[in-house]
């Protein structure tokens, strides 16, 4: 079984704070991705990754940067968190291509006060 | 980009009753998934289905590429089926890889 597992479930983070999501996949897939999930806006791509050490912007990549330096990890970081980066973010993962099956880890909720 | 649309936005049912979801796309896909959002937010993934009829358990799909829509079907509906349901599509556009979501349709089953 496929499995994308995600550092945290649940993070609770100060303004202006630096913040890493770490997100493991087990599958050997060449493509990752950073979502986040906010009501009535629905899923956007923040960022992804197609290979080690590149990157492509999502829709929505301000205030957020990358980083994979191994094929099975994939870190989203906050530079300075901000009240409205709350939000449910979500990592996947898929073998290159685009046209295969991708897979979800649990989610991190990330409230930032 | 493609647009991918869902209906109905919720749908509120007894537990045993069938459903019936819908999925509309603009273009045409490579793939085409369903998935099942628990309350817990994880998305669960259902069917990967680009063209054809699939069935697990109670649940079964079916996309007609040509016509571009996609149909999840769940029978004797029970209250674990609750949560959100989407689907995502693909179409290559410029080397970006991403699938596009649907705005989800929220089921409900009352027991």
């Known amino acids: 079984d496929v499995k994308v597992t995600q550092s945290s479930r649940y993070l609770v983070k100060r303004t202006g704070e630096k913040v890493f999501l770490e997100c493991v996949q087990d599958?050997?897939?060449?493509?990752m991705f950073w979502y986040r999930q906010d009501p009535g806006l629905g899923l956007r791509l923040i960022y992804f990754?197609?290979?080690?050490?590149?990157?492509e912007k999502g829709d929505i990549p301000e205030g957020y940067s990358v980083s994979r330096e191994k094929k099975e990890r994939f870190s989203l970081i906050l530079e300075s968190a901000s009240t409205n980066q709350t939000s449910m973010y979500l990592c996947?993962?898929?073998?290159?291509?685009?046209?295969?099956?991708?897979?979800f880890g649990p989610g991190t909720r990330l409230t930032v006060t | 980009g493609i647009q991918v649309e869902q209906s109905p936005p919720d749908l509120i049912l007894q537990e045993g009753a069938n459903s019936t979801l819908r999925c509309n796309f603009s273009?045409?896909?490579?793939?085409l998934q369903w998935f099942h959002q628990n309350p817990w937010g994880q998305l669960i993934n259902l069917f990967y289905?680009?063209?054809g009829t699939k069935q697990n358990g109670r649940l079964s799909a079916t996309t007609v590429a040509t016509e571009r829509y996609s149909l999840l079907y769940i029978s004797s509906s029970q209250t674990t089926d609750s949560g959100v349901y989407f689907c995502?599509?693909?179409?290559?556009?410029?080397?970006?890889?991403?699938?596009?979501f649907g705005t989800g349709t929220r089921l409900t089953i009352i027991p």
């Open positions: 990754s197609y290979d080690v050490k590149m990157k």
């Open positions: 599958m050997d897939h060449e493509n």
């Open positions: 995502a599509a693909f179409r290559p556009n410029f080397g970006n890889e991403k699938l596009t």
């Open positions: 996947a993962s898929t073998l290159a291509g685009g046209a295969y099956e991708q897979y």
């Open positions: 273009d045409s896909v490579n793939n």
């Open positions: 289905i680009p063209s």
